[in-house]
């Protein structure tokens, strides 16, 4: 049976983290778009996406992050992708996604100070 996506905000001094759990497919996309988009209204200097907890991530749902990533950056923010595993980071550098967004391995790396 299909894990229902769920997401958290979090506000965090190194920036807004995302935390996604379940899976990114088409209903979980819809909720990606419902939750996400006005984040970018929001102008954050840095979103962090932590994936450590999906399960799955279907090809609409990774339009909703370049989505996201796009609205983030023509305020001059930055979107990082963290704790992708298994499938996920599969499905995320067959869509060569890693040439778009940084990856990095967990949402601990994503929180150090530069």
């Known amino acids: 049976m ?14 807004l983290m ?3 759990r379940g899976e990114a497919d ?3 996309a819809e909720v990606m778009e419902r939750q996400l988009m006005p984040v970018a209204a929001q ?3 840095r979103v962090i ?9 279907s090809s609409i749902a990774m339009g909703v992050l370049v989505h996201l990533r796009h609205g983030v950056r ?32 967990s949402a601990k790396d994503a929180l150090r100070p530069a």
């Not at 996406?49 to 991530?57: A, F, K, P, R």
């Open 2 to 15: 299909a894990q229902q996506l769920s997401i958290d905000l979090v506000n965090d001094p190194a920036g």
């Open 74 to 105: 023509q305020h001059g923010g930055e979107v990082v992708l963290a704790g992708a595993g298994g499938i996920v980071l599969s499905a995320l550098k067959r869509a060569q996604l890693d040439r778009m967004f940084v990856l990095l391995p």
């Open 18 to 20: 995302v935390v996604m």
């Open 26 to 28: 088409i209903a979980g």
């Open 49 to 57: 996406i932590d994936l450590s907890g999906v399960t799955l991530i």
């Open 43 to 45: 102008k954050p200097r």
